[in-house]
């Protein structure tokens, strides 16, 4: 099946650049530092869209039409519709996590897809057996076209520095369960196979609880600590200084704000739970993250 869902992400893919942002860089030489946590979508990875599950410049219903005849589902014949039922099926799932008093619901969207197809069903629209594995597939041609992915510039180098420098490599992102499949089909590496350890992927939908939100951000600290690592000594560095930069500085991590591409830059400058916040570096490459840890 992950061969299936490989090509599908291969075929969807192409040559992405980042858009330039009027960032400037701001880099100090980090000491003490022994593990440098990563977001993935608009950090390590480019996303057309800015963040995964939202949408880029193809349209959703066509999308979406595009999508249901890729894993063989019969004509469609209200796209536009079936999008509006994916968002409230969205929606709907949320709110149902925070009825479990999680204030930043994350979804699962395998969950999701099962019951938007059932609503396709309901509403006569298809009439198939309605299989894990179309799940998977609809659930990744779909976000392949709406939010088309590529490698940002410097990510194997850098990468290949800090893991060979000897610091733990880590995640925490709001991601689904197709995040970590980007890795090997446009890097042509795993994450494990560049260093990152698999106890320190946490991605939010295997939590149901999303950034800005601490939790992810608490289940690194925790697991760091069994490490010997303490979180002044972790960097993390992300894109969006609310989801990202406000969260790790609340749990004690140093920052590093990512300000490479347009399309993901957050500042955030209207949120007042940012205002008082200050990355410790702000870098426009990822790397000059080497630079800043004294790497090279």
């Known amino acids: 099946m992950t061969d299936i869902l490989s090509e599908i992400i291969s075929e969807l ?4 650049d980042p858009m330039a942002t009027e960032a400037e860089s ?21 996303s057309g869209s800015g963040d995964v599950g939202a949408h880029a410049e193809t349209l959703p219903a066509e999308a979406l039409l595009a999508a249901l005849q890729a894993v063989g589902l019969p004509e469609f014949p209200e796209p536009e519709r079936g999008v509006v039922i994916l968002h409230e099926t969205i929606s709907a799932h949320q709110e149902m996590h ?6 930043y619901p994350e979804i699962d969207i395998l969950s999701v897809w099962q019951d938007v197809l059932n609503r396709y069903c309901e509403e006569g629209w298809i009439d198939v057996v309605l299989t894990p594995e179309i799940r998977r597939q609809l ?9 088309p992915v590529w490698p940002m510039p410097g990510l194997k180098e850098t990468l290949a520095g800090i893991s060979e420098a ?18 090997p ?3 042509r590496a795993t994450l494990e196979e560049f260093g990152f350890r698999p106890d320190l992927q946490i991605y939010s939908y295997r939590y149901l609880r999303a950034k800005p939100g601490q939790f992810l951000y608490q289940q690194a600290a925790d ?10 000594e972790t960097l993390y560095i992300g894109n969006d200084m609310l989801k990202d930069i406000w969260p790790a500085s609340q749990i004690g991590f140093k920052t590093a704000l990512f300000a490479g591409d ?14 008082e916040v200050r990355p410790d570096l702000v870098v426009t490459d990822l790397r000059q993250l080497l630079t800043a840890l004294g790497i090279g």
């Not at 925070?98 to 204030?103: F, G, V």
């Not at 659930?139 to 939010?147: D, G, K, L, P």
């Open 223 to 232: 697991m760091l600590k069994t490490l010997g690592i303490s979180p002044e």
């Open 98 to 103: 925070r009825l479990d008093e999680i204030q």
């Open 13 to 16: 893919s192409g040559p992405l």
């Open 185 to 187: 089909v446009l890097c």
């Open 26 to 46: 701001s880099l100090v030489e980090l000491t003490g530092i022994k593990a440098v946590l990563f977001d993935i979508y608009g950090t390590l990875i480019i």
């Open 262 to 275: 347009a399309r993901s830059l957050r500042w955030r400058n209207d949120d007042d739970r940012v205002k």
């Open 139 to 147: 659930a990744v041609e779909y976000e392949c076209r709406v939010n």
């Open 166 to 183: 000897g610091y733990e490599l880590g995640i925490i992102s709001n991601a689904q369960f197709f995040t970590p499949l980007l890795f």
